[in-house]
């Protein structure tokens, strides 16, 4: 087993930039620290710390120790605040990773069945997919929401259910639009700015097969990772977007954009993925049976 005493030490000295600002901290004698850390040294059989001037600086295998052990003691520091909370019921926490490829605004619409839980804690995590993926295995997330689904690989231990597959819609700033002949659409997006998602997004790579098969070349002007971030920009100007057509309603809330034309043939698929512990989440379940209603 490992020590996780010796562990905190060695933690601690590596945050502070040596033994005698660890001992200072910790109250303690710094040969008494400098035995635990040389002792953890031992039992992994790497040495982690080296001479650093006045201080000490991690060795690769020390990086390695160190990047575990920043993320079970800031995990351990919010056990007390959890404990706590769980033993009076009074929050509902919820802890989301939206893949940087999703729409944001149509996450949003799938987490609304959920938002007006009494004492909801809801927190969302933004990042790549593999990464979002390995978060959720570690039990970190209760649920991921991505446009594709987890891979087959038995080792993450993970499950997927397609929450909708929704046509996509155009919007654009009112001038933009105005300029454009709408009856002509989509051969009119040749003629006007336009702003994607970035191409690690699954709807890029849709979007690119469909300007082709339209025989389109639009004049792309901004990519973004972040769909609301995207909406922003199209609202103050730069040019028109696609929307899925779960999240058009937030889109309203933006002044000045108007809808420029449909496209039934063109879909962005949302998928809940969720690890086996996680299966029963109540939040999540209840996520999940809004969306498939």
Known sequence: MLNYRHLH?????TKEGGFARA??????????????VRELEKALGHQLLKPAGRGVALTE????????????????????DDVREAAEGKVARLAVGLSDG???????????????????????????????????????????????????????????????????????????VRKADVDQFPQSLNRLPVLLPTRHSALRSTLDHW???????????????DSALLAVFAARGLGVFPVSR???????????????????????????????????????????AAARA
Request: net charge negative.
């Open 102 to 176: 999703i729409s944001k605004l149509a996450a949003h619409k799938l987490l609304e069945p959920v938002l007006a839980t009494p004492s909801l804690r809801l927190v969302c995590h933004e990042g790549e997919f593999e990464q979002l993926l390995a978060e959720l295995a570690l039990h970190h997330l209760d649920l991921v929401l991505a446009g594709q689904a987890a891979p087959r690989n038995p080792n993450l231990r993970l499950t997927s259910d397609r929450l909708v597959e929704s046509a996509v819609d155009w919007y654009g700033p009112a001038e933009h």
């Open 9 to 13: 030490y060695f933690w601690v000295v």
């Open 211 to 225: 300007f082709e098969a339209q025989g389109l070349r639009p004049h792309i002007v901004g990519e973004f990772e």
């Open 246 to 288: 779960l999240g058009a309603d937030d889109v309203g809330l933006m002044r000045g954009l108007r809808p420029l034309g449909r496209c039934d043939d063109l879909k962005e698929e949302v998928h809940a993925i969720r690890s086996r512990r996680g299966q029963h989440h109540p939040l999540a379940l209840q996520i999940i």
């Open 61 to 80: 295998a020390g990086q390695a120790a160190f990047a575990r052990a920043e993320e079970i003691f800031q995990i351990g520091q919010m056990i007390p």
């Open 23 to 36: 001992a200072e901290r910790l109250d303690m004698a710094v040969q008494t620290i400098s035995a635990q």
